[in-house]
């Protein structure tokens, strides 16, 4: 494998461990639709890893894993932030957007850099999906200020006992 095959292997993976990343928020969230909007943010990151396999078939390769070390510090870069059981509260959607918004940005900040030194169908393909990763960074954002400034979502206000 050579140079944009390598960069779309690992891409591929990274959006395979993004979709992982996202059903473990899932897991871990007690709020029904922040467990929504994580499974609905997985979905999506199996469509960009299947968009990117369509893009290396285009070159001739086939979705290899990269080198380990590649693989390792691309993961590193982009999930920081180990995802273990009891490391969110599991009421805690704040805490898993506020991480969320941190992986989309990272994520935003790869395709642009790809988009930049790549030709062709793929520097389209890099900035289209530096574009739905911002799409996803304002869904998180929008989602985040919602729940801080008024502790709801979409509008659901609690009945407060008293």
Known sequence: MEGINLV????????????????????????????????????????????????????????????????????AKIFPHSILRNSI?????????????????????FYSEQAEVAEGGLKETFAMLAKMEREHLELLQENLEHLQEDGVWYGYVPILEG
Not at 43 to 69: F, M, Y
């Open 89 to 109: 509260e599991t009421k805690d959607a704040i805490s898993a957007i506020k991480l969320g918004i941190e992986t989309e940005q990272r994520s935003i900040d």
């Open 8 to 75: 779309l292997a690992a891409a591929i993976e990274f959006e395979r461990f993004g979709r992982e990343y996202y059903l473990r928020f899932h897991e871990l969230v007690a709020d029904t639709k922040a467990k929504a909007l994580m499974k609905g943010l997985a979905h999506d990151e199996e469509e960009h890893a299947a968009i990117l396999t369509k893009e290396l078939e285009a070159q001739g390769a086939s979705a290899e894993l990269p080198p380990r070390e590649m693989l390792e510090e691309g993961l």
